[in-house]
C-alpha cells in the first residue's frame, strides 16, 4: 500500500513526503545536502526557470563560465572571501599530483566572472553590460541541510552580473531586478516582500543588499532572491574599468542579484494541501488529466476520451489521457499529488449529454462542461485557478504579518508569521532585538511609519520585518 501523505499542518514531514511521492527530487543520493531531480520535478523546474529566463532574455546575455575557480582569483576580494571561506570546496589534486593553485568549486560566481569582465569592458560603449548564467554552485553549508531549500549543491543557481558607468545607473538596474523578481514570483501566484537586508547581513563585498522573502505554512520566511548592488568594490579587486567619454579611465559600477531552487520550493510549500501538490497552470508539466470511466465494454467512453484529448492536444493544452486500468480513485489521488490543475473526467452519463464533467484541483469545484464549450472553458479555469491560488496565498500572507511596537509582540508573531516593528537604524540595537526574540531581522521596508526603537527608545520612522527565516 502507498504511503499516505502526513497533513501539511506538520509541514516539515509533508514537506518531505510530498517530495518523494510527487516525484520531484530524491534525497537518497549518497552525499548529505545533494539531491536528484526526478524527470517529472526537472519538467516542473524547467518550466519555472523558463519564466524567468523569458524575463531575463528582454536585456540580460546568457552566458556559461566555468565550475572551477583559481584560488588566486578567488582570494583576491577581502569581504567576499572571508563571507564564503567556511564554505568552499576545494579540488586539490589532479589525478594523483597536487595542483600548483588549488581551485575552488564556485560557491557563486563574481571571482570567475569578473577577471573576464576586466577583458570584456573597454569603453563607456560597452556598458550597461547585463549577462546572466543558470548553474549549479556548491556551498558546504554548516546549517540543517533540506532539499531544494537548504543544499550544498545549488542546481539550479540563476545569477545575474551587470556593470555601469556610474553608482546610479548600478542603483536603477538593483530597482530593474527588484521589478524582474516581483513579476516572476506573481506568475508563480508567490505572495513576496522586499527589503533592505541590514549591514551585518549583506552579500559580502556590497554595498547594500536587498532580499526578497515569501511565508512558508509553518511561519518561518524563505529567502528567495537577493539583489546586490556591488559599488566599485569587485571593480577596484579586479580592475575593470571603462574609458568614458572625456577619455579618462573610471571603474565600473556593478550589480548581481540571484535565485535558486528555492523558487521550486516556495511553489510547492505555499500552494500544496493535504492531498499533495497544487501547481499553478502555468508551470503545471500536466495541465489537465483526463480519466475515462468505462463502464461495461467501455468502447465509446474510450473513444469519446481520446477525441477530447486530441482536441485538448491540438490547443497546445498540456494533456494526459489517463486510460490506465486502475479503479479511478486510484488515478484521482495519483493526478492530485501531483498537482494537476484541472481534472476532465468522461464516463457514460457525460457521453450521453455530449459533456465532460470538469474538477478544479484546488477547490475541487465541478462542473459539467458540454464538449464545444471545453476548450474556452479550460483556457478560463486555467486563469481563474491562478488567480484564486494568488489570492488565498496573499491573505494567508498577510493575515501572518503583524505591526508590532514591543519585543514581546515580536516573539508571539514570529511564531506564526512575519513581525513589522520600528527600528532605529543602529547595529547594535538591530542585534539586540534579533537576541531578545530569537528572530532574524529580514532587513528595512522602504515603507515608513512613525514609532521608537523597542531598544534604545529613540524615535525613527525606519521600519523592519522580523522573522524565523529558513
Ligand atoms: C549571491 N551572487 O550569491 P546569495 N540552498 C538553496 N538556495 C540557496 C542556498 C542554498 N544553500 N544559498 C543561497 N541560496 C549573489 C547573487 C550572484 C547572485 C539562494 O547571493 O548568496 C537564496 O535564495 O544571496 C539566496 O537569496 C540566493 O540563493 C542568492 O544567493
Same mark, same amino acid.
Given at each position: 500500500m502507498a504511503k499516505s501523505l502526513p497533513k501539511k499542518a506538520g509541514f516539515s514531514e509533508w514537506y518531505s513526503e510530498i517530495l518523494l511521492m510527487a516525484g520531484i527530487v530524491d534525497v537518497r543520493y549518497p552525499i548529505k545536502g545533494l539531491c536528484v531531480w526526478h524527470p517529472f520535478g526537472l519538467v516542473l523546474r524547467n518550466r519555472v526557470y523558463s519564466i524567468l529566463r523569458s524575463l531575463l532574455d528582454v536585456d540580460h546575455q546568457e552566458a556559461l563560465f566555468p565550475l572551477l575557480i583559481p584560488e588566486t582569483e578567488f582570494m583576491k576580494e577581502a569581504e567576499h572571501i572571508k563571507g564564503f571561506e567556511e564554505e568552499v570546496y576545494w579540488v586539490t589534486k589532479g589525478g594523483a599530483t597536487p595542483l600548483e593553485v588549488p581551485l575552488a568549486l %564556485? &560557491?557563486? $560566481?563574481e571571482t570567475a566572472i569578473y577577471p573576464m569582465f576586466k577583458l570584456w569592458?573597454? $569603453?563607456?560603449?560597452? =556598458? &550597461?553590460l547585463r549577462v546572466y548564467q543558470i548553474v549549479n554552485t556548491f556551498r558546504y553549508e554548516t546549517k540543517h541541510t533540506r532539499p =531544494?531549500? %537548504?543544499? %550544498?549543491?545549488?542546481?539550479s543557481f540563476k545569477e545575474a552580473h551587470t556593470a555601469h558607468t556610474t553608482w546610479e545607473d548600478a542603483e536603477k538596474q538593483v530597482h530593474e531586478a527588484v521589478r524582474i523578481y516581483s513579476e516572476f514570483y506573481d506568475r508563480l501566484a508567490i505572495p513576496h516582500i522586499f527589503t533592505k537586508r541590514p549591514g551585518w547581513d549583506k552579500f559580502p563585498g556590497a554595498d547594500y543588499s536587498i532580499a526578497v522573502d515569501t511565508l512558508m505554512p509553518d511561519g518561518k520566511t524563505l529567502q528567495i532572491g537577493t539583489i546586490h548592488h556591488l559599488g566599485t568594490n569587485f571593480a577596484k579587486t579586479f580592475d575593470i574599468r571603462y574609458e568614458d567619454v572625456n577619455g579618462e579611465q573610471q571603474y565600473v559600477h556593478q550589480t548581481c542579484y540571484g535565485i535558486s531552487e528555492r523558487c521550486v520550493a516556495a511553489v510547492i510549500a505555499v500552494h500544496g494541501d493535504d492531498r499533495g501538490l497544487i501547481l499553478p497552470p502555468e508551470v503545471a508539466p500536466t495541465q489537465v488529466v483526463i480519466v475515462s470511466i468505462p463502464f461495461g465494454e467501455g468502447k465509446d467512453v474510450r473513444e469519446a476520451s481520446q477525441r477530447v484529448h486530441k482536441m485538448l492536444s491540438d490547443e497546445r493544452f498540456r494533456v494526459v489521457l489517463d486510460d490506465s486500468d486502475e479503479r479511478p480513485g486510484a488515478k484521482y489521488y495519483k493526478w492530485e499529488t501531483k498537482g494537476v490543475p484541472l481534472r476532465i473526467e468522461i464516463g457514460p452519463r457525460d457521453l450521453k449529454s455530449n459533456s465532460v464533467t470538469l474538477v478544479r484541483r484546488d477547490t475541487f469545484e465541478k462542473t459539467s462542461i458540454s464538449v464545444p464549450d471545453l476548450v474556452p472553458t479550460i483556457h478560463q479555469k486555467l486563469k481563474d485557478i491562478h488567480t484564486s491560488l494568488y489570492e488565498k496565498a496573499k491573505k494567508s500572507f498577510d493575515e501572518r504579518m503583524v505591526d508590532c511596537t514591543a519585543l514581546d509582540e515580536v516573539k508571539t508573531t514570529v511564531k506564526k508569521g512575519i513581525a513589522k516593528i520600528n527600528w532605529c537604524g543602529e547595529e547594535k540595537c538591530g542585534l539586540k532585538m534579533e537576541e531578545g526574540t530569537g528572530?532574524?531581522?529580514l532587513g528595512e521596508l522602504t515603507q515608513t511609519k512613525k514609532g521608537k526603537c523597542p531598544v534604545c527608545g529613540k524615535k525613527t520612522d525606519k521600519v523592519v520585518l522580523m522573522a524565523r527565516a529558513y
Open positions: %564556485r &560557491p557563486t $560566481s569592458i573597454r $569603453s563607456h560603449t560597452d =556598458l &550597461p =531544494l531549500i %537548504r543544499v %550544498r549543491e545549488i542546481t528572530a532574524d531581522v
